[in-house]
């Protein structure tokens, strides 16, 4: 009965000790505790790119693929390619991934710029300009329809 008891015991401190909680201090993330010390486990705001369609705009041409490019001090670091359009594609609803979309986490409350570069079945590309995005504690996703 002695040993079974200390069986119970040692067994509730070992899975009770492996149970342990994230703990993040940082204002911008999702799960912000000010008052914990930062264990480096922050979770922020995420970014889903996807494309609604195989145009864009008004421009007549059909998109072949998209790139989606991370920008930082001096580099550019492609971070997906969405490819296989259809000339309609339904948003992502709330967080869940979405056909042709592309997921990316921001790391922080600063500024995240990406670039956009779009292929033409023609043999044509162009840029399509800087998207800028922060992370913020009260916002999980945020959707970026990148054929409007």
């Not at 922020?44 to 989606?68: H, L, P, Q, W």
């Not at 409350?109 to 670039?115: D, L, V």
Request: hydrophobic share 30%; charged share 20%.
């Amino acid at each position: 009965m002695k040993n079974l008891f200390l069986l119970v015991v040692l067994s509730s401190l070992l899975f009770s000790s492996c149970n342990t909680q994230e703990s993040c201090n940082d204002p911008n993330a999702l799960n912000s505790e000010i008052t914990k010390s930062n264990d480096g486990n922050c979770r922020y705001t995420n970014v889903i790119f996807y494309a609604g369609s195989n145009k864009i705009g008004g421009n007549a041409n059909t998109i072949d693929r998209i790139e989606i490019y991370q920008l930082t001090m001096d580099n550019e670091e492609l971070i997906g390619t969405i490819s296989q359009l259809e000339p309609e594609i339904e948003a992502p609803i709330g967080c869940s991934d979405a056909q042709n979309s592309i997921r990316k986490e921001l790391n922080s409350g600063n500024e995240t710029r990406f670039t956009i570069k779009y292929y033409y079945t023609n043999g044509s590309s162009e840029n399509g300009g800087t998207h800028v995005f922060k992370a913020v504690s009260d916002v999980e996703c945020l959707i970026q329809n990148l054929t409007l």
